[in-house]
């Protein structure tokens, strides 16, 4: 069975830039979740999609980060503009459905920005 | 913020059992307790998860003690690629994981 795909794997960037991340859930997978992990700490969580809807955005720093999960597959996560404490991996994970928190994780997206 | 307790490092020797516990004084009656475990460059990875009875899969076991107040993680053979940290979660129903900073397990050969 494939897994969660995530791309880039590594990605540098100049503060003020614009980044974004891509995210391809496990296939029939309704819920999709985006997480951020700094250094040395657990994933925090930054938002949660139940198919093409948001279901929990209370964390997501609204002002520079934007997410979408359009026709209720795929999601993109941006981050306009990148300050340096956005430096961390960024985590995509899915769920079977909401209540089903036997979650899969992908590899994440290490952000470093300069 | 985090409902549990876990210490922040541990060791094991390889092929022993690795037991990893994890205190949720204030855990209510219908919330599971969920345990993951984090690789190195790796995402997350389930491991199980319960309620109220020990629960046994392929990877380790759960007890949980009878008040719910803490529980443990068995690892019942540590091999060096069981190295990874734990984490234990406290959640209700369909409220989102909520990740503490878990337990560094280093696994000695």
């Known amino acids: 069975e494939a897994g969660v795909a995530q791309s880039p794997r590594y990605k540098i960037i100049e503060k003020r830039q614009s980044v974004a991340f891509w995210c391809n859930p496990i296939s029939g997978h309704a819920t999709l979740y985006w997480y951020q992990q700094i250094l040395g700490q657990g994933p925090k969580l930054l938002i949660q999609?139940?198919?093409?809807?948001?279901?929990?955005d209370s964390q997501l720093p609204k002002d520079r980060f934007s997410a979408e999960r359009l026709k209720g597959v795929d999601s993109t996560l941006k981050i306009q503009p990148a300050k340096l404490e956005d430096s961390a991996v960024y985590l995509c994970?899915?769920?079977?459905?909401?209540?089903?928190?036997?979650?899969?994780f992908g590899s994440g997206t290490q952000l470093s920005v300069l | 913020d985090a409902k549990t307790t876990q210490p922040p490092s541990m060791d094991c020797a390889e092929g022993r059992a690795a037991n990893l516990p994890c205190n949720h004084s204030?855990?209510?009656?219908?919330?599971?307790v969920y345990w993951y475990r984090q690789i190195h460059s790796q995402g997350p990875q389930y491991i199980i998860h319960g309620l109220k009875n020990n629960e046994t899969n392929e990877m380790a076991s759960l007890i949980i003690t009878e008040d719910r107040k803490s529980s443990t993680l068995i690892l019942p053979h540590a091999t060096l690629r069981d190295t990874a940290v734990y984490y234990c979660?406290?959640?209700?129903?369909?409220?989102?994981?909520?990740f503490g900073k878990g337990t560094r397990l280093s696994v000695i050969a």
């Open positions: 204030t855990i209510s009656g219908n919330e599971y």
């Open positions: 999609f139940q198919n093409n809807g948001v279901v929990d």
């Open positions: 994970a899915s769920s079977l459905d909401i209540g089903f928190e036997k979650l899969f």
């Open positions: 979660i406290v959640i209700y129903g369909n409220t989102p994981l909520v």
